[in-house]
């Protein structure tokens, strides 16, 4: 069954306000369970907003039909114990099931997306050098689209002996300077209100 707030969340990429709302829909949900749809997408915000600890604690609490009854779930939870592992190859392996329902879908792009620039941020912070296969095993990507991601970032690639030279992130890395600056935007606008509360 289609619900049109949670798609209507879902298209405008507003995760916090979906996770809101299935909080709430698991709250009033009639005898404490919730539609297996609602646990798959709160699943699946915190997995993308990278609250590991509140997606086990979800997980916990699903009851034991309802998982049983919907395998999206466990293959969904699987992901997110693989997040909890950082065993990033296993997340994409996982994560390119082509046979992800409606709801899910556009949540495990996302997730998948997030992780990648999140692992490039790390390996920019990590490594001085790494080899490109390595590079391709933590990026879930082909030897090519490793390049491009590595040209993109404003990375030294030496195809010859196989190498990448990773600079720290923020370097030439537009979509994870645009994660940072929503991020110290989110800071400071949370610091105002901290600030005008306590004046």
């Not at 907003?49 to 699903?62: F, M, S």
């Amino acid at each position: 069954p289609r619900n049109p707030l949670m798609e209507e969340f879902l298209e405008c990429g507003d995760y916090q306000g979906l996770a809101t709302y299935c909080e709430q829909e698991e709250l009033r949900a009639e005898g404490g369970v919730a539609k297996p749809e609602v646990y798959g997408c709160l699943l699946g915000v915190y997995l993308v907003q990278n609250e590991l600890d509140h997606a086990k604690l979800l997980w916990q609490r699903i009851p034991k039909a309802v998982k049983q009854s919907n395998g999206e779930l466990g293959e969904l939870w699987e992901v997110g114990k693989r997040l909890w592992c950082r065993e990033f190859s296993g997340i994409y392996d996982l994560a390119s099931n082509p046979a992800w329902p409606v709801h899910l879908s556009p949540l495990v792009s996302e997730l998948i997306e997030r992780v990648r620039r999140r692992v490039v941020c790390l390996v920019g912070k990590a490594y001085s050098v790494i080899r490109l296969k390595d590079l391709c095993n933590l990026l879930g990507q082909s030897e090519e689209q490793v390049r491009q991601v590595a040209e993109s970032c404003g990375w030294e690639l030496d195809v010859q002996s196989g190498v990448c030279r990773p600079t720290p992130c923020g370097v030439g890395t537009t979509g994870t300077q645009q994660l940072l600056l929503k991020e110290q935007e989110s800071l400071a606008r949370l610091t105002d209100i901290v600030s005008f509360l306590e004046n």
